[in-house]
Every structure is written in structure tokens, then in C-alpha cells.
């Protein structure tokens, strides 16, 4: 099963007949995408990161670290935008290598 599916599948299960508050509760619909790029720490490699953050793809990264030559992005995206963020990110890093694509899980805090 596809995560478009997956969607599509939880939207329906929404009784919006039963409901009596104004506020609804929709699952979420966001996904992570977790991306590495093997870089040296160079100025080419500094530069490619600039040109990530300065491109439309800079306002999905969530997370970014570095360990050792290794550059570790994640990226916080709406499932429509997901085709737009790899191609982009393809664009800007070709070298970049996705590592996994999963859904966000929002936690609830117990008061």
C-alpha cells in the first residue's frame, strides 16, 4: 500500500456526521525525508550547502548536521510536496542520496 493511499484511506475513516465541535481532526499529512551527502569540508562543499538553504528547498529543512564527511539532512515536507522536494533536491545535490521517506508523527503531551 502507497502512502498516497494510506492518506486517501484515513481521510475517509473521518465520520464528519458525528462531529460536534468546530475544530477537526485530520491525521497528519506531512512526511520526513531523510537525505546524506558525502562532501569533504571545502568550499565547493560549503557552497552547495548555501545554494541548498538559499533555494526553495532551504524552508523544508528541519534538521542538518554534519559527522565527519557526511552531511545529514531531513526534510519536513507536505505529501503533496514531496515529488517537488526530491526533484529539487536532485537539482541542487544531485549527490545527495535519500535515505528514507516516512511519515511525521506528531506526539501528544500528557497534561
Given at each position: 500500500m502507497n502512502l498516497a493511499s494510506i492518506q486517501n484511506n484515513r481521510r475517509s475513516s473521518i465520520d464528519l456526521s458525528r462531529r460536534h465541535d468546530t475544530v477537526l481532526a485530520f491525521p497528519s499529512q506531512r512526511v520526513l525525508i531523510s537525505a546524506a551527502v558525502h562532501s569533504e569540508e571545502d568550499e565547493a562543499s560549503r557552497e552547495r550547502i548555501r545554494r541548498l538553504?538559499?533555494?526553495?528547498?532551504?524552508?523544508?529543512?528541519?534538521?542538518?548536521?554534519?559527522?565527519?564527511?557526511?552531511?545529514?539532512?531531513?526534510?519536513?515536507?507536505?505529501?503533496e510536496d514531496i515529488e517537488f522536494t526530491l526533484r529539487t533536491l536532485k537539482k541542487v545535490l544531485p549527490e545527495a542520496v535519500v535515505e528514507d521517506i516516512r511519515p511525521r508523527v506528531f506526539n501528544r503531551r500528557q497534561h
Open positions: 538553504f538559499h533555494s526553495p528547498l532551504g524552508v523544508y529543512v528541519s534538521h542538518a548536521s554534519r559527522d565527519q564527511n557526511e552531511l545529514h539532512l531531513e526534510f519536513d515536507v507536505a505529501t
